[in-house]
């Protein structure tokens, strides 16, 4: 009985080495795939195409713990402030999700958390109000009300290329269940969060005082339609932050080459991509024109070895959930002339 045991035993565990080879066989072949689908991903962006202004021999002390007018770098993810917006955003997997987008949601958060006394623990001092403009569904909005803050978000919800994606129309409709689906499991939002639809281009039809304590959007005023009405908007976002309120925006940078604007496929859309120069003159300059200014300067460093893992534009668009991380640059120079990044921008109105 022990020797027919014993052949038994060998033979299952023959079957098991067997199978483990041909795991290990799936395996390899899946990481080689992985491996070459992430090769196809990265495009370096050589640092001699860098069309950045040269930095001052000295930046100025940053006004908060962290500087906050910047480009994104992988060290900003070791903030404090970084790590509670991983949190609350669910993103909670072994290493940090180091992505521009979740950048720019979590840099808001970390301005607030310093500039909004008791933003941090959730229980802002003051009744605060927050204007999203073009803001879609973004979990930041969900995330902004449970810290305390009354959050009206505003968009073209249902209509036009984004109404598939993040501005979704049935916002408008007074629906818990269809919000929570847009909330990442976030709680504490509810009644201080409501959806208004809005073109950003009236804006002043429907706000004109300045009565806000907080306006934002997150890589939106690219999507205005060109120049002239991207310096429109953002007059008008200026105009109803009231004093000692503060504008937030984030927008695509070209860091190399000369991209300036692209036509979208979809219908006539233009999505304006902006030089620091071009910045300077529509965007800064709009703001402070009627009274508002910058938090502190704009530190445009590139921090070592972002550009040697800057994405492929053309190959993300159908493989992004198979990229490495980090992505912070966009390389579009083989189709369009120009690499990207994200920009963070803080204004102030002075009391």
């Not at 495009?43 to 006004?63: D, H, I, K, W, Y």
């Not at 209509?159 to 501005?167: N, V």
């Not at 668009?317 to 083989?334: G, K």
Request: glycine content about 8%; aromatic content about 8%; proline content about 5%.
């Amino acid at each position: 009985q022990d020797a027919d045991r014993q052949e038994e035993l060998q033979r299952r565990m023959g079957e098991l080495y067997t199978q483990r080879g041909q795991d290990a066989d799936r395996q390899e072949k899946l990481l080689t795939r992985l491996q070459q689908v992430s090769k196809s991903c990265i495009a370096p962006v050589n640092e001699s195409q860098l069309v950045l202004p040269a930095l001052p021999a000295s930046l100025s002390v940053p006004r908060f713990s962290n500087r906050v007018n910047k480009l994104p770098a992988p060290s900003d993810w070791q903030r404090d402030a970084f790590r509670r917006c991983h949190s609350d955003l669910k993103e909670t997997g072994s290493y940090p999700t180091v992505h521009r987008k979740l950048w720019e949601w979590c840099m808001a958060l970390s301005l607030l958390e310093e500039w909004a006394p008791g933003f941090a623990r959730g229980k802002v001092v003051k009744p605060m109000q927050a204007l999203g403009i073009a803001a879609g569904t973004e979990p930041f909005l969900f995330l902004l009300a449970s810290r305390g803050i009354n959050v009206t978000a505003t968009d073209i919800y249902g209509k036009g290329s984004f109404a598939i994606d993040t501005a979704f129309g049935e916002v408008l409709t007074p629906n818990m269940s269809v919000l929570r689906t847009f909330s990442r499991g976030i709680r504490g939002w509810g009644g201080k969060l409501g959806f208004r639809y809005l073109d950003a281009l009236r804006i002043h039809a429907i706000y004109s005082k300045p009565t806000w304590d907080i306006v934002f959007s997150f890589s939106s005023i690219e999507h205005f339609g060109g120049r002239s009405k991207t310096e429109k908007v953002v007059e008008m976002m200026a105009n109803v932050v009231q004093p000692g309120g503060i504008l937030v925006l984030t927008t695509e940078l070209v860091v190399a080459g000369s991209m300036i604007h692209l036509e979208l496929q979809e219908g006539n859309e233009i999505h304006e991509f902006l030089t620091a120069e071009l910045l300077q003159q529509h965007v800064i300059a709009a703001a402070t024109r009627v009274g508002l200014e910058l938090i502190e300067p704009i530190d445009f460093t590139m921090e070592r070895g972002v550009l040697g893992h800057a994405w492929d534009y053309q190959v993300s668009l159908q493989r992004e959930s198979n990229c490495p991380l980090p992505h912070l640059v966009l390389n579009d120079l083989a189709m369009h002339g120009g690499a990207y990044t994200s920009i963070f921008i803080a204004f102030q109105r002075p009391v």
